[in-house]
């Protein structure tokens, strides 16, 4: 059921490319991943044969233009078992979808003494919304805290979670990889009273998902990271909520009728899509997921959870006690993202040298400054595994990391 790689990467057109007279290796996946043919020849041949604005005209490329962004969406609610198409909103990013919750769901049922309760390990982007809530409202805010083998510390769940309205929080850590028991988490928050949100930017890409299993009542996910392009991401929500919630931003295509007087809200998911939505992008999601699709999401677990044990295995064995690997120690306990500090090396540095050898991670705080306060570092640098990467690509990184040995002595 594994990968096989090396066809994988003869259909991703940038791994051809050398940087700095090497082998161009991309460990930064989890940031954006790269895109492969398919994606981006959908959005090409798309852009060429039918494109044309979605939903407004009644002329034959509109209409091709209008069924392949609800195509989209259909793949969308079958890639992660969402219980209708109607349960699924297209946003900007994973970002966007959040803060749509944040300002419509959130804002028409949270005020001062309310309750959310978030975890340590979130990004920004599920937290911002929340502190600017507290700000405004004077929501209270709660903290699931990380547990010394950084996974969550579960033991004061119960008084945590007592009177909260909501629980936000990701189904995997994109410092970390750690990936939080949701199986336990929403039966708890929903027992407790509370709706839950899950960002799932990190899961989607590299996991089966199952939005029904879950339970939760807001997903969001984000196209760049799973092959799809950017400029697209995903909100699955319970119809009833989405029914019951205000409408978000104001405009064409999210109203059913205007008068000067006022006006009345389009059906789901219409309601939350205002203005002309990504439609090319939606076309290369679509793609995307036949990509993964064909894969299959267990062999695409499968392989990486294999790496990433080669990975920590390969880190640890070359380099000891001069490399810190952040995150918990088993590999099918977390996802392929291994954040390290090396000697004491600054990350930029480590990543402009790594550059030179034409490998690709990340440095800085990776839009997780609570949580890198936590585990006292300024920011680490971030190595991140997807369906293109193999062991010789993980070999690169430990040589380039040797080579980063050398130039500080
Ligand atoms: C866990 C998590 N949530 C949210 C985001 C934000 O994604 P986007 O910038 O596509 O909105 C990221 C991106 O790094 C992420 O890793």
């Excluded at 990776?366 to 936590?374: E, I, N, Q, S, Y």
Aim: contains cysteine; glycine residues 8%; hydrophobic residues 45%.
């Amino acid at each position: 059921m594994t990968l096989d790689v090396a066809t994988i990467k003869r259909d991703f057109p940038i791994i051809d490319r050398e940087i700095n007279g090497k082998r161009l290796v991309y460990l930064d996946s989890a940031s954006s991943s790269q895109k492969p043919r398919s994606v981006l020849d959908a959005m090409g041949r798309f852009q060429e044969t039918s494109y044309a604005n979605v939903h407004r005209g009644v002329y034959t490329i509109a209409a091709e233009a209008t069924e392949a962004y609800e195509a989209a969406r259909r793949a969308v609610a079958r890639f992660v078992n969402a219980p209708s198409e109607r349960s699924v909103v297209f946003a900007k990013n994973v970002t966007e979808a959040i803060n749509l919750v944040a300002y419509t769901w959130a804002r028409a049922n949270l005020g001062a003494g309310d309750a959310v309760l978030v975890t340590e390990m979130e990004h920004h982007a599920n937290l911002v919304p929340w502190l600017m809530l507290a700000e405004e409202r004077g929501v209270e805010l709660r903290y699931l805290p990380l547990a010394e083998d950084h996974t969550l510390d579960l033991s004061d769940l119960d008084r945590l979670v007592d009177g909260v309205k909501l629980l936000a929080v990701t189904a995997m850590s994109n410092v970390l990889g750690t990936l939080p028991p949701l199986d336990l988490l929403i039966p708890a928050a929903h027992a407790a009273g509370a709706k839950v949100l899950v960002d799932a930017a990190q899961w989607v890409p590299h996991l089966p998902t199952d939005v029904q299993a879950w339970d939760a009542d807001f997903v969001g996910f984000t196209g760049h990271k799973m092959l799809g392009p950017s400029g697209i991401g995903v909100l699955v929500a319970k119809e009833e909520l989405l029914e019951s919630m205000p409408a978000f931003l104001g405009g064409g295509e999210m109203i059913r009728d205007v008068r000067l007087d006022g006006w009345t809200p389009n059906e789901i998911p219409w309601k939350f899509e205002a203005g002309t939505p990504p439609i090319v992008e939606a076309i290369g999601l679509h793609a995307a997921i036949d990509e993964l699709e064909g894969l299959g999401m267990d062999a695409v677990r499968e392989h990486e959870v294999s790496l990433t044990g080669y990975a920590l295995r390969t880190l640890n064995d070359r380099f000891g006690d001069d490399i810190t690997i952040h995150g918990p120690a088993e590999p099918a306990m977390r996802g392929g993202v291994i954040s390290f500090e090396f000697r004491d090396v600054h990350p930029h540095d480590i990543s402009q040298i790594l550059d030179e050898h034409g490998v690709c991670v990340r440095a800085g705080h990776h839009c997780a400054k609570p949580l890198m306060r936590r585990l006292g570092v300024g920011a680490s640098a971030r190595a991140s595994l997807y369906v293109y990467n193999d062991e010789a690509d993980v070999d690169a990184l430990a040589d380039a990391l040797d080579a980063t040995s050398t130039f500080f002595g």
